[in-house]
């Protein structure tokens, strides 16, 4: 017998060898400017896309409708946009929660126009103050997705089951407190009325906003670098630092500056940019928002980890539940009132869809609170552009559907890549 032994072939090819991480810090130290673009070349080939396909659909959906239709860049239209984002927006901001953990809610187009309905009726109809009932209304959305996430958490049933049951649960619900009313419309001066229809005319309103954000920007990264040093780890370079805040306060004084071309500073752009604002908060500086991302990233290893899977699943649906009553308050506003149909019709396409468009996966673990502003603009973009151009709402459920099916087919191909790439 041969003691002649051959070489095994190597397991792994080399084409798909793991892509080691590099701290960009360190590249940006060592390479200079020029390490941004190897990072950036290293995550593109990782599939760690990030919000660059959104972004440049951005650009894609200006250029092009500007094209056509020499209004859509104008103050007035960019105005309306910041609008109508807001209460939907909201809305979406509730989804990517629910998407972190990998489920979905299939209920709060319904809960809107439940919570809509509550405070109508009460603040209306029955002559209570507006503030209260629109504290009821919010309080019940928070009782609705507790509701819910008691199903899904402690019974088991599939979160899916649990709010299309709802959907159909709660719209029942929304028609049976309308009454014979098919709409109660939205007294003049009232709170809610005011949600979408105030703006702070003073030009001094939207340029402090703008500076109040781009410092708030610099501040949190100044104070990043100093936690990262003071544990040990690089910072980000002072060249990045300038060049990020640069770039944000100069979008943030150009739109100030459309905004005040046209009616001042929408009261709904500052309540949504404070919800984004909180949200990220929450997200990415708190030990709850680990949580969350740790339980949909894996819920049998965080509940190993010692992490309240139950409870961490019940709070998201309550927060879920509360921003849609408050989007669907923003939604009242808008359309004039309380109406049985509320939060029906292409409402739920449109949140959802903001999410996913925005960066957030629908296989949970991934994404990000301004993937709800993201996806809202491109939808809402959308929508303004075709109807500047009068184009039939068929043809908007179409392109919104295809772009919405483009951004899943974009995370499904990039989770795919980071798995070959041994990033996952």
């Known amino acids: 017998m041969s003691d002649t032994v051959k070489n095994p072939a190597p397991a792994v090819a080399e084409s798909a060898a793991p892509i080691p991480a590099v701290d960009p810090r360190l590249l940006v130290r060592e390479e200079g400017l020029k390490g941004y673009l190897t990072e950036f070349q290293r995550k593109v080939r990782g599939g760690e896309l990030g919000s660059i396909p959104?972004?440049?659909?951005?650009?894609?959906?200006?250029?092009?409708?500007?094209?056509?239709?020499?209004?859509?860049?104008?103050?007035?239209?960019?105005s309306n946009i910041s609008i109508y984002v807001a209460g939907q927006g909201i809305m979406a901001v509730g989804i990517v929660f629910v998407l972190l953990l990998g489920e979905i809610d299939l209920s709060v187009g319904s809960v809107a126009g439940v919570g809509a309905a509550v405070w109508a009726v009460l603040s209306v109809s029955h002559g209570m103050?507006?503030?209260?009932?629109?504290?009821?209304?919010?309080?019940?959305?928070?009782?609705?997705?507790?509701?819910?996430?008691?199903?899904f958490a402690k019974i088991?049933?599939?979160?899916?089951?649990?709010?299309?049951?709802?959907?159909?649960?709660?719209?029942?619900?929304?028609?049976?407190?309308?009454?014979?009313?098919?709409?109660?419309?939205?007294?003049?001066?009232?709170?809610?009325?005011?949600?979408?229809?105030?703006?702070?005319?003073?030009?001094?309103?939207?340029?402090?906003?703008?500076?109040?954000?781009?410092?708030?920007?610099?501040?949190?990264?100044?104070?990043?670098?100093?936690?990262?040093?003071?544990?040990?780890?690089?910072?980000?370079?002072?060249?990045e630092i300038a060049?990020?805040?640069?770039?944000?306060?100069?979008?943030?004084?150009?739109?100030?500056?459309?905004?005040?071309?046209?009616?001042?500073?929408?009261?709904?752009l500052v309540i949504f940019l404070a919800v984004l604002?909180?949200?990220?908060?929450?997200?990415?500086?708190?030990?709850?928002?680990?949580?969350?991302?740790?339980?949909?990233?894996?819920?049998?290893?965080?509940?190993?980890?010692?992490?309240?899977?139950?409870?961490?699943?019940?709070?998201?649906?309550?927060?879920a539940g509360t921003l849609a009553v408050v989007g669907g308050l923003f939604i009242a506003s808008l359309s004039g009132g309380a109406t049985k149909s509320l939060g029906a019709g292409n409402t739920l396409m449109n949140v959802i869809a903001a999410a996913v468009i925005g960066g957030t996966s629908l296989f949970g673990g991934r994404g990000k609170i301004w993937s709800a502003l993201l996806g809202m603009l491109v939808i809402q973009s959308i929508q303004q552009g075709l109807n500047l151009l009068n184009m039939a709402s068929e043809i908007q459920y179409m392109i919104i559907g295809a772009v919405l099916l483009a951004a899943v087919v974009i995370d499904s191909v990039s989770r795919r890549t980071q798995k070959s790439a041994g990033r996952t």
């Not at 959104?54 to 239709?69: E, R």
């Not at 949580?291 to 998201?316: H, M, Y």
Request: glycine fraction near 14%; aromatic fraction near 8%; proline fraction near 2%.
């Open 243 to 268: 060049l990020r805040t640069g770039l944000v306060g100069v979008l943030a004084l150009v739109a100030a500056y459309e905004l005040n071309q046209s009616r001042g500073l929408p009261l709904a």
């Open 54 to 78: 959104v972004i440049l659909g951005l650009i894609a959906i200006g250029v092009i409708f500007q094209s056509l239709d020499g209004s859509f860049l104008s103050a007035d239209s960019l």
């Open 277 to 319: 604002v909180l949200a990220d908060f929450v997200v990415r500086r708190t030990t709850y928002g680990r949580q969350i991302f740790a339980v949909g990233g894996n819920a049998e290893a965080a509940r190993r980890a010692g992490i309240n899977v139950d409870k961490v699943r019940i709070t998201v649906f309550v927060i």
């Open 156 to 239: 088991g049933v599939p979160a899916f089951v649990v709010t299309l049951a709802g959907f159909l649960g709660w719209s029942g619900l929304q028609i049976w407190l309308m009454g014979g009313e098919g709409s109660i419309n939205t007294p003049g001066g009232s709170l809610v009325e005011q949600l979408t229809n105030y703006y702070f005319e003073d030009i001094a309103a939207a340029y402090g906003l703008a500076i109040a954000a781009t410092a708030a920007y610099l501040g949190s990264m100044l104070l990043d670098g100093r936690r990262r040093r003071a544990a040990g780890l690089l910072g980000r370079p002072v060249s």
């Open 129 to 151: 103050s507006d503030g209260l009932a629109v504290l009821i209304a919010i309080a019940a959305g928070a009782a609705i997705g507790a509701l819910h996430g008691f199903f």
